[in-house]
């Protein structure tokens, strides 16, 4: 089994920054990609950004230049710092993971989530 749980959520006012992060834990052979989605109530969820183990990034317009992924491999986590919130970024944060476990894989697993909640 494996398991990512998420941290970091919480309020901050327009104009701030949170630091999330995921860690990854259990029968994990490898981490392949990292990703973070988020889901906004009444809203599809959606692309944050991701990352490749060996580092290349991709972010969806509507976060670039605010937020960054980054990740540790040695300790399996990947975190998203992001700066400059907006009301619109409020919404559920998850991460995601494609892992070779030592069962076999590449599996797609996610986390529970953090919330992160933008309002003065």
């Known amino acids: 089994q494996v398991q990512l749980v998420e941290s970091g959520g919480g309020l901050v006012q327009p104009g701030g920054s949170l630091r999330l992060s995921c860690a990854a834990s259990g029968s994990i052979f490898s981490i392949n990609d990292l990703a973070w989605y988020r889901q906004a109530p009444g809203k599809q969820r959606e692309l944050v950004a991701t990352i490749t183990r060996g580092g290349s990034t991709n972010y969806a317009d509507f976060v670039k230049g605010r937020f960054t992924i980054s990740r540790d491999n040695a300790k399996r986590t990947v975190s998203l710092q992001m700066n400059s919130l907006k009301p619109a970024d409020a919404a559920v944060y998850c991460c995601?993971?494609?892992?070779?476990?030592?069962?076999?894989?590449?599996?797609?697993?996610w986390g529970q989530g953090t919330q992160v909640i933008v309002s003065s």
């Open positions: 995601n993971a494609d892992v070779y476990s030592t069962s076999g894989g590449p599996y797609d697993y």
